[in-house]
């Protein structure tokens, strides 16, 4: 670890308070909100709140809002159900539920050491949603196909995959338009514009038109309606995935902390 006055942690802490923390005391000096002689130097506390769709909010002391929580994180099986054999436990800051979607930029200062994490999941409380009701609608697609009903497979599967699409959509989003959106052809035009900006699967996109293609044919058209079985393995295989990636993003822990001394 560097020293006090050098080194990359003095830095980061350097300059997220010059960036963050300098600039409020001084709007709030000059709104009477504190005392003229008040700086950096007397923080204990400080935290920047970051939505999508709204200014940053930095907060100082007593305003500073958070929880250590122990998170129990499971592993998904092949069928997209938890598998309670696979346990992940650990301990963690997190917002509260006011700022539960928000990015957040922490810092404690105790016995004049700052220590600071950086929590970078937008949406996570949203996505967490998708992703729920995405894995029932992934677990009636898996009875279907076990049980040879190509219709319903395909009708859950692509209610499944829209979901999984919006959930990984607000993994980057900077605005909040997927959740507003109630068509199916505002997710596929929006699905189909970040995958040319890599940040989905192309294989996911793929499922995504394919399934699109096929849902009214299944749900509608009295002809009768089949697929081939390894196809179907195959699609359900991709939304699988789909679902271990959502949910391994919106579960991963924040940045480790990291004390350094000023």
Same mark, same amino acid.
């Given at each position: 670890?560097? +020293?006090?006055?050098?080194?990359?942690?003095?830095?980061? &802490?350097?300059?997220? @308070?010059?960036?963050? #923390?300098?600039?409020?005391?001084?709007?709030?000096?000059? +709104?009477?909100?504190?005392?003229?002689?008040?700086?950096?130097?007397? $923080?204990? #506390?400080?935290?920047?709140? $970051?939505?999508?769709?709204?200014?940053?909010?930095?907060?100082?002391?007593?305003? &500073?809002?958070?929880?250590?929580?122990?998170?129990?994180?499971?592993?998904?099986?092949?069928?997209?159900? $938890?598998?309670?054999?696979?346990?992940?436990?650990?301990?963690? $800051?997190?917002?509260?539920?006011?700022?539960?979607?928000?990015?957040?930029?922490?810092?404690?200062?105790?016995?004049?050491?700052?220590?600071?994490?950086?929590?970078?999941?937008?949406?996570?409380?949203?996505?967490?949603?998708?992703?729920?009701?995405?894995?029932?609608? *992934?677990?009636?697609?898996?009875?279907?196909?076990?049980?040879?009903?190509?219709?319903?497979?395909?009708?859950?599967?692509?209610? #499944?995959?829209?979901?999984?699409?919006?959930?990984?959509?607000?993994?980057?989003?900077?605005?909040?338009?997927?959740?507003?959106?109630?068509?199916?052809?505002?997710?596929?035009?929006? *699905?189909?514009?970040?995958?040319?900006?890599?940040? &989905?699967?192309?294989?996911?996109?793929?499922?995504?038109?394919?399934?699109?293609?096929?849902?009214?044919?299944?749900?509608?058209?009295?002809?009768?309606?089949? *697929?081939?079985?390894?196809? #179907?393995?195959?699609? *359900?295989?991709?939304?699988?995935?789909? @679902?271990?990636?959502?949910?391994?993003?919106?579960?991963?822990?924040?940045?480790?902390?990291?004390?350094?001394?000023?």
């Amino acid at each position: 670890m560097a +020293d006090e006055k050098s080194g990359t942690l003095y830095d980061v &802490v350097e300059h997220y @308070l010059n960036s963050w #923390a300098v600039p409020e005391i001084q709007q709030r000096k000059q +709104d009477g909100r504190l005392p003229a002689d008040f700086s950096v130097e007397h $923080l204990q #506390a400080v935290q920047v709140i $970051l939505n999508p769709e709204e200014q940053p909010r930095v907060k100082l002391d007593e305003e &500073v809002r958070f929880q250590i929580v122990e998170d129990v994180a499971f592993g998904v099986t092949e069928s997209g159900a $938890l598998d309670p054999t696979d346990v992940q436990r650990r301990e963690q $800051l997190e917002l509260t539920d006011d700022d539960a979607n928000a990015e957040h930029l922490t810092f404690i200062r105790r016995g004049g050491i700052w220590h600071f994490t950086f929590g970078f999941q937008r949406n996570a409380q949203r996505i967490r949603h998708f992703i729920e009701a995405a894995r029932e609608f *992934l677990m009636c697609a898996t009875w279907a196909h076990e049980q040879g009903y190509s219709r319903a497979f395909v009708d859950n599967l692509f209610s #499944a995959v829209e979901l999984l699409a919006k959930a990984l959509l607000l993994i980057k989003a900077t605005d909040l338009e997927v959740m507003r959106a109630s068509s199916h052809r505002f997710s596929a035009a929006r *699905l189909n514009l970040v995958r040319k900006e890599g940040r &989905v699967p192309d294989a996911f996109v793929d499922l995504f038109n394919r399934l699109s293609n096929k849902r009214s044919q299944a749900r509608y058209e009295p002809a009768p309606f089949t *697929l081939d079985r390894s196809d #179907a393995d195959s699609m *359900l295989a991709t939304a699988k995935e789909a @679902l271990r990636t959502a949910t391994g993003w919106a579960r991963r822990p924040a940045d480790p902390p990291g004390p350094k001394g000023k």
